[in-house]
């Protein structure tokens, strides 16, 4: 069965306990006296010296140069034809010229079926319609006769009734009045100029230097790295390069297909067509068209532009009045003062001591170096690195197995039931017999949950 370790989620209940066994405890037990598998590490060797070094490669050593020829052809010295060049084409000789004249419509012309006798006929609309007799209804309205008014039209409107015509105030004016400008010299002082109080400034305050005292101890210029780290003996490791062979290879021949197959062919240099030269017409050109021809000019005044009466200028004074000036009215407002209120905390006026709490209670305390943790220093020994550890010489490689409950109708698998802790188990469709026994043994198979 599938075992898990995890504790069931709250949907399933909390009644079984968490197995802390695992699946590979159960499948894989230990072996007997089974020999582990040699290591595929290489053994660690010293490179032997092999002399110094010729800088030549297997390639300088192994090639042999070949003398290839190629074949050179001379080019040819160019040979201009004798005699004229014939320019007639085959749509030249094939063309036969047609006269031009004008495109006959292929629209039938319009038939007209007129004759002088008269039509006696009479159509249904006149021999099926019969004329009724009706009566007329009588209209329901009123007539009422027009009587003019008696009083005279004064056409007074609702603005000429309410309007109270007033005279006009004009607004005050907030100008300054013409002041003339003080005769004399101009006095440049100001208010901060007359009202400042020069204070004496004090001395700034410098603190002493102090001494520099050098340390009786002597100094000790190397690192924890440096004490602590001794370069420990080891082999080089050994390159995986694959050993260089040589690959033997018949020597290139110089010559392909293509140069024994090819047959060289005359190539004659293409002719250069001369353009002719342009001829000017000396027949005078007719500049008449159509246009110029058929068109009558009439006589067509122009115009008149569409624009309005011009306005009657009235000369009577403008009466600047508004809403706004007749309802307001200036007020006299002075500034209003800071409000500032007094400060709680009265500033200091004694003399600044530049002193911290820190710098005043601080003790100063000699540091000790902290304790190294490092082991000892062990001397290397000369035999090779092992390098196998408990994995290498235990593991044996399994074959992995495909989950049935991924895709369990494809592995021929079918759903049983789900457990407490909410795995799905699954039991093969055909079952496994065994022995000598013929009834079937369900095998139960968990699933993914």
């Known amino acids: 069965r599938h075992r898990c370790c995890h504790k069931p989620t709250k949907i399933y209940d909390d009644s079984l306990q968490p197995c802390h066994q695992t699946e590979y405890l159960e499948k894989y037990p230990g072996y007997g006296n089974v020999c582990p598998t040699e290591s595929c590490k290489p053994k660690p060797q010293l490179p032997k010296d092999k002399g110094r070094m010729d800088s030549i490669s297997t390639f300088k050593s192994d090639y042999i140069p070949y003398d290839v020829k190629t074949p050179f052809r001379p080019q040819e010295e160019y040979r201009p034809k004798s005699g004229k060049i014939d320019l007639g084409t085959v749509y030249q000789r094939d063309y036969n010229p047609h006269k031009v004249g004008p495109v006959i419509l292929a629209r039938p012309r319009e038939r007209k079926h007129t004759s002088g006798a008269k039509v006696d006929t009479i159509p249904t609309y006149r021999d099926h319609y019969r004329l009724l007799k009706g009566q007329r209804t009588e209209s329901c309205k009123v007539e009422r006769l027009y009587e003019p008014p008696s009083e005279k039209f004064g056409n007074p409107s609702t603005f000429q009734d309410d309007y109270i015509p007033r005279q006009p105030n004009p607004p005050q004016s907030f100008k300054p009045c013409d002041a003339k400008p003080p005769e004399g010299p101009f006095d440049a002082n100001t208010i901060h100029r007359t009202a400042y109080v020069v204070h004496e400034l004090e001395p700034l305050f410098v603190r002493p230097r102090e001494e520099y005292k050098p340390s009786d101890q002597p100094f000790e210029n190397l690192t924890t790295h440096q004490r602590d780290f001794k370069g420990i003996p080891g082999e080089q490791a050994k390159s995986c390069k694959p050993e260089i062979r040589k690959l033997g290879s018949d020597p290139f021949k110089g010559t392909t297909e293509f140069q024994d197959r090819y047959q060289p062919y005359l190539v004659t240099t293409p002719e250069f067509h001369k353009p002719e030269e342009y001829v000017p017409p000396t027949d005078k050109m007719d500049l008449n068209s159509s246009n110029r021809l058929d068109y009558i000019s009439h006589k067509a005044a122009p115009r008149a532009p569409i624009r309005p009466a011009p306005g009657r200028k009235s000369s009577a004074p403008f009466q600047g009045k508004t809403t706004t000036k007749e309802d307001f009215q ?28 820190f710098r005043s209670h601080y003790i100063p305390h000699q540091a000790n170096p902290p304790q190294s943790f490092k082991p000892a ?73």
Not at 331 to 344: D, M
């Open 330 to 357: 200036p007020w006299s407002a002075c500034p209003r003062g800071i409000i500032k209120n007094e400060p709680e905390i009265q500033k200091p006026t004694g003399r600044f001591s530049n002193l911290t709490t």
């Open 377 to 449: 220093h062990t001397v290397g020994t000369g035999d090779p690195f092992k390098g196998e550890s408990l994995y290498r010489t235990e593991y044996t490689p399994k074959k992995p197995e495909v989950c049935p409950g991924l895709h369990p109708d494809a592995l021929g698998y079918v759903y049983v039931h789900t457990d407490s802790q909410g795995h799905k188990f699954y039991r093969q469709v055909s079952p496994e017999r065994s022995g000598s026994n013929c009834n079937p043994i369900p095998k139960e198979v968990a699933g993914v949950s």
